[in-house]
């Protein structure tokens, strides 16, 4: 996973180019709380490699959403797999979310 921080807009971004499972869970967590979140900051989550996700998956997207949410941060995921949009649809994780192509 790659961390692209451009500072000059406050805009983060996370590169998640692997399936989202067990594996890389702590990494993704990790990387996430490392982050100088705050009042006018975006953080984008690239999906665009990922065509999985399990279900602690959801839950650390979740939880990341909480934390950005808490300080002011705005968050987003971007360019998220048609299979993998259709299990944040059917767990109603779609309407918790900002997403863009």
């Not at 934390?67 to 779609?94: D, E, Y």
Request: overall charge negative; proline content about 3%.
């Amino acid at each position: 996973m790659d961390t692209i921080i451009d500072k000059e807009n406050g805009v983060i971004t996370i590169v998640i180019d692997e399936p989202l499972n067990a594996q890389h869970l702590d990494e993704l967590s990790q990387r996430f709380e490392e982050l100088p979140l705050g009042l006018g900051t975006t953080v984008v989550l690239d999906c665009e490699k990922m065509d999985y996700i399990c279900s602690s998956g959801l839950r650390i997207f979740l939880t990341m959403q909480k934390k950005a949410t808490a300080v002011g941060t705005k968050l987003i995921i971007r360019k998220l797999q048609p299979m993998v949009m259709n299990v944040f649809t059917i767990t109603g994780f779609n309407n918790l979310f900002v997403f863009e192509d």
